[in-house]
């Protein structure tokens, strides 16, 4: 279904992982914000990004093991 043509090498790993928790960082605070409830912290935000942005390094790492194994 995807190809490994993302997963060439860690710098666009690294890029599209930054992107990719931006993404889920900016729909945290639209949520918050639509549903009129304050965002709780910064840190919050954050640590939302930042667990996006780890799973998608995990989900590169485990598919370029594959190709490469």
Request: aromatic share 14%; no cysteine; glycine share 12%.
């Amino acid at each position: 279904m995807f190809g490994n043509r993302a997963f060439n090498s860690w710098p666009l790993v690294l890029t599209g992982a930054a992107v990719f928790s931006g993404f889920f960082m900016i729909l945290l605070l639209m949520t918050d914000a639509v549903l009129e409830e304050p965002v709780g912290s910064l840190s919050s935000v954050l640590s939302f990004g930042a667990v996006a942005f780890i799973g998608y390094v995990g989900v590169a790492f485990i598919l370029r093991q594959d190709t490469t194994g």
